[in-house]
């Protein structure tokens, strides 16, 4: 499949590869688009009319690109078998978690905002932990449970929410976890407040 660009405030559509890019694309507030294509996977990005390549594929695939238009969070994947989550800046790669078995969830395991990855990690009992990167590059582990945990949204300035069995948590900038309530629903922080839509009906919990 041919991937495209649409400029919705002048209805302009453009061509931005001709070769299969079915694996997953991503494009920021800024108009840049991340992506990659077969057969080799490299990740690329395509800004102000120039495709550049970030990393080369071929002996790891890069797919499910997540962006925020300055940062790329994306599934790396050994041609076999596992996969590991990694980061790339504009200008360098660095590899969140280690290689695993299965595939990484763009969203569920991995996010990027404003400078912010989050992110999952096996734990000692093979359970996923919600771990950060701030904009500077501090690494903080989010969850501690035995059991696995699941990003839900990550906002601008680092907030996380997170859900665990069940249950929806907010995860603050410095790594505070307090439990809110049922999973129920979608979170988002818009502003300074975090709301839950149900439905047809939006609620503000903090």
């Not at 238009?69 to 660095?94: F, R």
């Not at 990855?117 to 996923?128: H, I």
């Not at 929410?161 to 900038?173: C, E, I, N, P």
């Amino acid at each position: 499949q041919a991937l495209w660009l649409r400029q919705f405030s002048t209805t302009t559509n453009t061509q931005i590869s001709a070769e299969n890019a079915s694996t997953g694309s991503a494009v920021g507030s800024n108009g840049v688009v991340a992506y990659s294509t077969s057969p080799d996977f490299p990740l690329e990005i395509y800004d102000d009319g120039e495709a550049t390549t970030l990393v080369e594929g071929g002996e790891f695939w890069n797919l499910g690109v997540v962006s925020d238009g300055m940062g790329y969070v994306y599934s790396k994947q050994e041609m076999c078998c596992d996969s590991a989550i990694a980061y790339h800046d504009g200008e360098n790669e660095s590899i969140l978690s280690a290689f695993r078995a299965g595939d990484p969830v763009p969203r569920r395991d991995y996010q990027v905002n404003n400078g912010w990855a989050a992110y999952t990690e096996l734990g000692n009992q093979q359970q996923t932990h919600v771990w950060t990167r701030s904009a500077e590059g501090a690494l903080l582990q989010r969850t501690f449970f035995s059991t696995s945990s699941t990003i839900e949204y990550l906002a601008a300035d680092g907030e996380v929410m997170v859900q665990h069995a069940g249950r929806r948590y907010l995860s603050d900038s410095n790594g505070q976890l307090t439990e809110l309530g049922s999973a129920l629903g979608a979170a988002r922080k818009i502003g300074d407040t975090w709301y839950v839509s149900i439905g047809r009906s939006l609620f503000s919990l903090l």
